[in-house]
């Protein structure tokens, strides 16, 4: 029933503020309402327990609230300590049809601001299932609640989990001990996954490294490189949100500032794109020659930061790789330089190292933005503890490049769900005819016309008219 629903959110009293904002994000997330209208009646994830750790957004409720409405059972988690919108996670629980007395939407369990401990209880909430039942599928956002599940089984079978070296991470010295307290349920949570959809690049490159060491539990569907997805998402969704987060945070004018983005990938090129639309004059750093010749192309001159450290205004790393700004390069930054990151982890940016900096100081200036102070008096500005500042300080990527993604994920979620036997322990794609599906419903979404390929046009270049229309080795 309705009154057991079990939760953790910040405050219920937020919700009818976040259905208002969903139902301003469904006009805008035309992929999602069209798969409700497509499958609502089929209800293909019917009997699917999905367990989802995704930022908790406007955008995030109108995916639950589809996933839903499709036949799923959905449990949610944040993938992020800061991304949750209280009132998104609030209006989740409560539901379309239900009241702040006696909720009956999904069980959520995120706020915003949660502590490490707090973000991998909620994690371990989301996948523990009322009444003995287990999940059955995972929907995941840089792949923490896989890993859960994976590290989980890999120290079941021993028996023992492993003690932490002064080395780890203050995160992973948390998971481990979450693991420590938990031994014992995660082999059969895994054993009952019949698969997972990924949504980030981070994600999909844990997923791969454990396919190739062949310890991949359930097959997986890789949602970050449908192109509807990454090219549009990762790309624009960051022109939009990186210098909101930016101006929320600090409200410093980037015109005629010197930003440096380390990382010209498909978040590098939103991002620098973002801050050259402000005014700024950019800067990039890279190691693949290729994103680098794309970079100066671009028209943005490519260096090392050590080189360009001691001119940036801001510096923005944007690489899913770690150690990328040091605390000696903090060192020897501009007075009241802006640090951020928009990678999917926090060790783009050597946090520990900066706590650790003989003698510096740190002012809160508000919440998710800290005056760091060096002894020698200078200070830098560091946006959301280097986590995610699109989403820290802002409300991460708009709606209607959410619905590319998102629809992918849920066409993701029935493919998995409906067909599961057709799939290995392997990392897989959407064919491309759904990843031109994903576009069309949005080019029209947007008014755009569609030019329509005469037969012998389509032979004389060797596709259906109805597609797909690029080979799969085609780049975009
Ligand atoms: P990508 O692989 O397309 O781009 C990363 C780029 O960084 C590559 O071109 C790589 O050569 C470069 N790089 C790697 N090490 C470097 C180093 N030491 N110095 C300079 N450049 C280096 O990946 P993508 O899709 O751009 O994603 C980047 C990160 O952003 C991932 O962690 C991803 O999960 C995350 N992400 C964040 C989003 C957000 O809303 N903030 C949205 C989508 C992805």
Known sequence: TSSALDYTVADLSLA????????????EMPGLMALRHEYGEAQPLAGARISGSLHMTIQTAVLIETLVALGAEVRWASCNVFSTQDHAAAAVVVGPNGTVENPSGVPVFAWKGETLDEYWWCTEQMLTWPAGRQPNMILDDGGDATLLVHKGTEYEKTGVVPEASDDDSEEWKVVLGLLRKTLGKWTAVGA??????????????????MADAGELLFPAINVNDSVTKSKFDNKYGIRHSLVDG??????VLIGGKVAVVCGYGDVGKGSADSLRGQGARVIVTEIDPICALQAQMDGYQVATLESVLEIADLVITTTGNFNIVMVDHMAKMKHQAILGN???FDNEID???????????????????DEWVFPDGHSIIVLSEGRLLNLGNATGHPSFVMSNSFSNQTIAQIELFTKNSQYERQVYRLPKELDEKVAKIHVEALGGELTVLTKAQAEYIGVDVNGPYKPEHYRY
């Open 246 to 251: 930016i101006n929320r945070g600090t409200d």
């Open 192 to 209: 009952g996954v019949l698969g997972v959809t990924e949504e980030t690049t981070t994600g999909v490159l844990r997923l791969n490294q």
């Open 351 to 369: 946090m520990a190292g900066l706590a650790k900096y003989p003698g510096v100081k740190l002012v809160n200036i508000k919440p998710q933005v």
């Open 342 to 344: 928009v990678g999917h």
């Open 16 to 27: 009818e503020f976040g259905r208002k904002e969903i139902r301003l994000a469904e006009h």
